[in-house]
C-alpha cells in the first residue's frame, strides 16, 4: 500500500515538475464540459426556487460544487485565477448583505414588521401571477441573496483548507497540486 | 412501506462496514453510501426539497473528505480495539436504545404527524394559507423564506461567522507577513 502511494506521489512530482496541473487530460475535458451545465442547473435550481423543489441553500451548494470541481481537474491555481479569495468573500458579504437589506425593506416600506413581503403584498397580491417566474414578491430575490451566500461560503472553506493543507508541511507535501 | 425497511437495512449495513473496515477509502465510501440512503428515503417520503439539498451536500461532503484523507493521510488502518471503550461504547448505546424504545412507543404512526391531525396547529394555516399570502408555489420556500425567515436569517448569520472564523485561522500568511515586502 505504502509502495503504491509512493508510486503515485513520483508521478505526480514528475507531472508537476513538467510543468502539468490536476488531474489527467480526461478528467479535464470532460469536466470543462460538464462544468457549465453544473452552473447552469445551480442557476436554474436557485431561480425557480419558489416554484419547483430546491432554493437557495441547494444551487449555491451545487455553484459551489462547480467551482470545486474545476479545482479538482486543473488545480487549484486555475480556480483562482477566475475567483480570487477576496472576491470570493466579497461574494459572501454581498449576499448576507443582500438578505438582510430584503428584511429591512419590509419594515421600511410597510411600516409592518421584518420580513414582509412588501413586494406581494403591495403590488402583486391579486394579480393573476401565481405560478410565474414573476411571483411570490421577496422570495426569489431571498434565494438570490442565499444562493450567493451559500455558495461562495463553501467554496471559501474548500479554498482555505486547500491552501492551509498545502503550506501546512512545506517539504513534506505529497502533491501540490491543490 | 417495504421500501424504507429496504433503505434502512442498507443503512445499517453500510454504516457497519463503515466503522468495521479497515480501508479509510472504503470508509468513507460507505458514509457516503449512508448519506444516498437518507437521501432516499426523504425522496420516498415526498420531501424533494430535503432530498436535494442532502444528495448535494452529500456529493460535497464526500469530495471534501475523500481529499481531505486519502492523499495526506496512511490509507490502512491496523491494530486492536481496546477493550475498555468497546465495553463504555456498547453500554452507552444499550441505554440509548432502551430509552429510544419508551419514546417511539410515545410517538403517532410513521407518516401521521401529530401537526397534520391537530385542527389549530401552524401547519395547517400555512398549508391552506401560504399559496394566497406568499404566492410562492413551493411551499416549503414560502416557510423557510417568508414565514420562519427568522429561522434563514440565524442559519445564515451562522454560516457567515464559521466562514469567518475559517478564513481567519487557516490563511496563508499572517498579517506580519503581509506587510513584510519580501513576500
Known sequence: MEQEQQNSNAVQQERISNG?????IIVKTISSWVKVLIFLFGI??????HLTPGGGFAGGVILAASYVLLMLAFGREFVEENLSL???????????LLFAAIALCGLLYGASSFFWNFIHQKYL?????????????????????IGLKVGASLFLVILTLSICCKDFKPGTSANGKE | MEMFYILLLFIIIAAVIAVETNDLLS?????????????????????????????VVEVLGLIILIRATISRDRTFISGDREFFGVVVSVVIIFV??????????????????????????????????????????????????????????????VLFTSIIGATVI??????????????
Open chain 1, 20 to 24: 502539468v496541473k490536476g488531474m489527467t
Open chain 1, 86 to 96: 477576496p472576491v470570493a468573500s466579497k461574494l459572501d458579504c454581498a449576499g448576507a
Open chain 2, 96 to 157: 440509548i436504545f432502551l430509552a429510544g424504545i419508551r419514546v417511539f412507543e410515545t410517538l403517532p404512526a410513521f407518516g401521521t404527524p401529530i401537526f397534520a391531525q391537530a385542527p389549530d396547529a401552524a401547519s395547517q394555516t400555512y398549508i391552506s394559507e401560504g399559496m394566497q399570502k406568499t404566492g410562492a408555489a413551493n411551499l416549503v420556500s414560502s416557510v423557510i423564506l417568508d414565514f420562519r425567515a427568522y429561522d434563514t436569517l440565524g442559519e445564515a448569520t
Open chain 1, 125 to 145: 397580491m391579486g394579480t393573476d401571477y401565481e405560478f410565474r417566474l414573476i411571483s411570490a414578491g421577496t422570495i426569489p430575490l431571498s434565494n438570490i441573496a
Open chain 2, 170 to 183: 487557516l490563511r496563508r500568511k499572517s498579517k506580519k507577513l503581509l506587510e513584510d515586502p519580501d513576500e
Open chain 1, 44 to 49: 436554474y435550481i436557485i431561480l425557480f426556487g
Open chain 2, 27 to 55: 470508509s468513507v465510501i460507505c458514509v457516503g453510501a449512508i448519506g444516498f440512503g437518507g437521501s432516499l428515503m426523504f425522496l420516498f417520503l415526498r420531501a424533494p426539497d430535503i432530498a436535494i439539498t442532502q444528495i
